[in-house]
């Protein structure tokens, strides 16, 4: 039996905590997983996990042969990817985080174009709203959507802006009214983000400078489409990074409340955990994915007063 696949999957079972998550996570039966498990403790002859009917631990000896064992896994994926690359043909797993509006709507378009022009190389998509860890969860890179990143022990690939808006559907705004200044966002029906904004406190950059206002309302959730679709629905007004409702604002189910202020601004980041390591199929995929930001989308530009120029320049290349 292949020794170095034996160690990969003492590795995911490992990291995944059981037997059952390994096998979902590798794609093979948990009797596989079992098998390979024996085989490399009968091979090493030392029990590896400790395993009970709820979870699996590591006894010392499989402690040290987890940590010797993904240094050799690293060392054998970095001769892989050498001799692949020598061969211009990458090929394996990427395994990318994503938040869940950006990565269905957004990523995932990008991922079937790179796809198609790399068959050898799948793509496998994860929710990550910000909070994974990417080397226990296994992760190549990760999308992640902020103000701004703090923990440096990533390395981070600014991406592209991601403006946020004022939005309420038209249906609300006609029974409640529209409000004109900050102020008058007390009077209204406010849906919340309570991983964004815990307090309760929306921010706004006004002549540079930053504002809070609290805002209160009757839905809270921590799943950016939940308000949306309330939004929708006429239940009240909420903020949105623009790629979430620029379809809504084209065809109108959502209209921009209080325009003339600037609700705080995210940014779009690659973050991934070495520079020297990366296996060549994850440099091409984060060059793919700096070669699309170079032309910012126009769902970035809304509030900008850059959009329509952008616009009108590529409809000139398409005529062109």
Same mark, same amino acid.
């Not at 995944?16 to 590798?26: Q, T």
């Not at 409340?257 to 991934?272: N, R, T």
């Given at each position: ?35 390979? %498990? ?47 690359? !020598? ?67 990533? %390395? +981070? ?11 309420? !559907? ?133 509030? !900008?007063?850059?959009?329509?120029? %952008? ?8 005529? +062109?």
């Amino acid at each position: 039996m292949d020794r170095l696949r034996c160690l990969q999957v003492f590795a995911e079972v490992a990291r995944s905590g059981s037997f059952a998550n390994a096998a979902r996570h590798l794609g093979i039966s948990r009797a596989g997983v079992t098998k390979h %498990v024996a085989f490399l403790e009968n091979a090493l002859g030392a029990r590896l996990l400790n395993r009970t009917t709820r979870q699996v631990s590591l006894t010392e000896a499989g402690l040290m042969a987890l940590n010797s064992g993904r240094q050799m896994l690293e060392r054998y994926e970095g001769l892989e990817s050498t001799v692949r690359e !020598s061969l211009n043909r990458p090929r394996g797993v990427i395994r990318v985080g994503t938040p869940p509006s950006f990565g269905a709507f957004h990523l995932v378009p990008l991922i079937t174009e790179f796809a198609a022009q790399h068959p050898d190389i799948q793509v496998a998509v994860a929710l990550d709203v910000g909070n994974l860890n990417l080397i226990e969860e296994g992760l190549d890179l990760s999308i992640r959507i902020a103000r701004s990143l703090q923990d440096a022990s990533y %390395v +981070a690939t600014p991406l592209t802006h991601a403006p946020q808006v004022l939005v309420a !559907s038209p249906a609300y705004l006609a029974r409640h009214g529209t409000p004109q200044t900050l102020d008058q966002l007390a009077r209204h029906n406010c849906l919340i983000h309570s991983m964004k904004s815990p307090t309760s406190l929306w921010r706004f950059i006004i002549d540079g400078r930053e504002t809070t206002v609290r805002v209160r309302g009757t839905v809270y959730s921590d799943f950016g489409e939940t308000l949306r679709h309330a939004a929708l629905l006429g239940h009240g007004i909420s903020v949105h990074p623009t790629y979430m409702v620029a379809d809504d604002l084209a065809a109108g189910r959502l209209v921009t409340v209080l325009p003339q202020y600037v609700a705080e601004p995210l940014e779009v980041f690659a973050i991934y955990s070495s520079r020297q390591r990366l296996p060549e199929r994850v440099r091409r995929f984060i060059g793919f994915l700096k070669d699309w930001a170079s032309t910012p989308p126009d769902w970035s530009l809304i509030g !900008s007063g850059a959009e329509q120029p %952008v616009r009108k320049r590529r409809r000139a290349r398409a005529a +062109a």
